[in-house]
């Protein structure tokens, strides 16, 4: 028994009802939910933006102390190399800005010099120096007084430490410009800073690095401050998602936040490394969550601050806004758990059984017609008629286009469909390479053989066929005995100069390969040709018939190189904008100028060789017929014949190298009238 998609959506909709009742019941719970996250995301906008003017009055009072500290410097107020002065600016500078920890200098020699708060107490000095105990670290230790410091203490211990060997000094030193980065192993220290660096320079000569840090546990002190609800907490995490500042009053330089402590720190360690990590949700702008750990859901926030990919997290109970509603319903769903279950299960069992599934047959069926993937498609049988009617349209439809899958170009028309491209009357202007390709001899070849030459050429257009797809090409036609294809078209190819070179060699090389005989028994051989430029490409022709082509210029072009190997005996000529294009990813020589039918333009033409990573053997011969080349167009026609010669000679036989011979003795034994030039013409139709 078969039903009706109307009856499957009665049943639906009666199952629809029963659901419908939770939904209504719950409707003003999620009001008050989604009001509680609007509280939470004010909450989260107003610490947000304390804690992003907090990182930026930091940052500015780093980059305001080292500008001071530069001006020092580059008026020459005091020399960098000037202690006794230097130290004096550089503890003035961590007194008077509070939100610094560091301040160093690094010298070309290796020599270093810095200032580092201890806390709210004091501070120190440290220096390395090659006249200080043979470059020990010289570390002085002052306490802040009213108005003043007082020197403690003095200590000098072995150290390795040498700037020249850190990223702070050596991004900036060859740089002209200052800027942040992250750094980590100070002298005595493993934190990781983030320093305001820069070079300096006095009379135009680069003195060493500047650079002015601070540390995270003063941004943790900040956190201490703030109080994102009655039980949540504000968290900064890097650009990798993990904790670098929490919430503790007691941090400082000398005593490190306490990382790991409290679940709303696990709550904020785990939320940016799920969300972080997700490339969709690591967007610009505020990521809010629920997270759930270990039962307790919590809302997190992640906003941004515009500091090397920093991000505040606050992290708020959601128990602070809910834990009334939570226990209003918790009755109500026990009443409604039932009836939930059952309509679930019953429309879960009724949607795949009797649409879904189907369905989903179906579709599978349609994506491989979409394929042209059409020999295994059946009828698929359904309860419903209209899925069992629309199967059989299916099956038919796959059955009538399986008996035209030879006389349409597959490949093309999936990448026509993957494009996204319309089948309708238009194309558009693209850069792109085409190729010709002809078998020699093929007009005598018909009359010999009549009938039986379609037996003879279905090896031929096998190999061309793979030559071409491997490499990425879209054949576009063949010609009787020859074969059009082009890159670059429709699916985009930054590479399909080098690729149509690549395949053209594949082609002559598959060709030679496959011991492809006509009926005498001689080879088979092809000759091509290579143009790369701007044509037109799309769908040519009416509403009735379409073919996707190109059409201008470039592919003309490509037709009369295929056509100009004749006169020189080459198997691959190839223009100048694909010699462009493929650089030296190929190995040609210049071959000629030519004039071409329907051009006025002339053009210099090049033989394909060989890829240039797969080149074999010595192709000294090139540099031979090229020399001939330009002694043929400098009018040096003896020169130019005992070049040939040498070539022909170098490479066992070269046919090019005879052709051009004797064109040059030809013209040595008549010399051309005033104004000649060395331009070949070919302009006849092909």
């Not at 939470?40 to 906008?45: C, F, R, S, Y």
């Not at 904020?268 to 039962?295: C, F, H, W, Y």
């Not at 009334?324 to 319903?329: A, Q």
Request: charged share 20%; hydrophobic share 45%; net charge negative.
């Amino acid at each position: 028994m078969r039903l009706s998609v109307g009856i499957a959506v009665s049943i639906l909709v009666a199952v629809s009802i029963g659901v419908s009742t939770f939904i209504v019941h719950s409707l003003w719970w999620t009001t008050a939910r989604d009001n509680s996250r609007m509280l939470a995301a004010e909450i989260n906008g107003q610490i947000a933006n304390t804690v992003r003017i907090e990182v930026g009055v930091t940052l500015r009072s780093a980059e305001a102390a080292w500008a001071a500290v530069r001006t020092i410097f580059v008026q020459n107020v005091i020399a960098t190399r000037q202690a006794d002065k230097r130290e004096f600016v550089f503890l003035s500078q961590l007194q008077a800005q509070p939100n610094i920890s560091w301040m160093f200098f690094g010298w070309p020699d290796g020599n270093f010099f810095a200032s580092h708060r201890l806390g709210d107490g004091g501070l120190e000095m440290i220096e390395i120096d090659k006249g200080i105990r043979d470059r020990m670290l010289r570390k002085d230790r002052y306490i802040f007084i009213p108005g003043d410091i007082q020197f403690e203490e003095r200590t000098f211990t072995k150290t390795s430490y040498d700037p020249r060997e850190h990223t702070w000094f050596e991004n900036f030193m060859g740089l002209s410009s200052a800027g942040w980065i992250e750094t980590r192993d100070l002298p005595d220290s493993k934190k990781t800073v983030y320093a305001f660096a820069g070079p300096i320079d006095v009379n135009r000569t680069r003195q060493g690095v500047l650079a002015v840090a601070i540390e995270t546990d003063r941004l943790s002190r900040f956190l201490a401050t703030l109080a994102p609800g009655e039980f949540g907490a504000a968290f900064i995490l890097n650009a990798d998602g993990k904790v670098i500042a929490v919430p503790d009053a007691e941090a400082d330089e000398i005593t490190p936040a306490r990382m790991g402590e409290g679940k709303l720190y696990e709550v904020a360690m785990i939320s940016g490394e799920r969300l972080l990590a997700d490339p969709q949700a690591n967007a610009q702008g505020t990521l809010t969550k629920r997270v759930v750990i270990d039962g307790v859901p919590y809302a997190v926030a992640l906003t941004p601050l515009g500091f090397y990919g920093w991000r505040v997290a606050t992290v708020i109970p959601e128990a602070a806004f809910l834990s009334g509603i939570d226990e209003t319903l918790i009755n109500l769903i026990y009443v409604l758990i039932g009836v939930v279950i059952v309509a679930t299960g019953l429309a879960i069992w009724l949607i795949r059984s009797i649409v879904a599934n189907p369905l989903a047959r179906i579709a599978e069926d349609l994506g491989k017609i979409e394929r042209f993937d059409v020999e295994r498609i059946e009828r698929r049988p359904s309860k419903l008629s209209e899925l069992a009617n629309l199967s059989a349209a299916t099956a038919s439809m796959a059955a009538g286009l399986s008996a035209f899958r030879k006389y349409v170009p597959t490949d093309l028309v999936r990448m026509l469909v993957a494009e996204g491209i319309k089948i309708q009357p238009g194309g558009e202007m693209k850069q792109i390479s085409v190729l010709f390709c002809d078998v020699t001899g093929f007009t005598g070849l018909s009359e010999k053989l009549g009938p039986n030459i379609v037996q003879l050429m279905e090896p031929f257009f096998s190999a061309a066929s793979a030559a071409i797809t491997q490499n990425g090409g879209t054949i576009d036609k063949f010609i009787g005995d020859a074969v059009m294809a082009f890159w670059g078209a429709p699916r985009k190819d930054a590479n399909h100069a080098e690729n149509a070179c690549r395949a053209a060699l594949d082609l002559v090389a598959a060709v030679g390969a496959s011991g492809i005989e006509d009926e005498a028994g001689n080879p088979l051989c092809v000759r091509i040709g290579v143009n790369s430029g701007e044509a037109l490409v799309g769908n040519i022709g009416s509403e009735q018939r379409l073919n996707y082509t190109a059409i201008g210029d470039v592919v003309n072009v490509a037709s009369r190189l295929e056509g100009a190997n004749k006169d020189y005996g080459t198997l691959i000529l190839v223009g100048p904008e694909t010699r462009r294009q493929a650089a030296d990813a190929i190995v040609v020589r210049e071959l000629d100028t030519l004039t071409v039918f329907g051009r006025v333009e002339e053009l210099v033409v090049y033989e394909l060789i060989a890829m240039a990573d797969g080149r074999d053997g010595s192709f000294a011969w090139i540099e031979a017929y090229e020399q001939g080349l330009a002694h043929y167009r400098t009018g040096r026609f003896e020169e130019a014949v005992a070049a040939f010669a040498a070539a022909d000679q170098a490479r066992n036989g070269d046919p090019a190298s005879v052709a051009m011979m004797a064109r040059a003795q030809d013209l040595l034994d008549r010399p051309p009238k005033e104004g000649w030039r060395a331009v070949t013409s070919t302009n006849k139709s092909q």
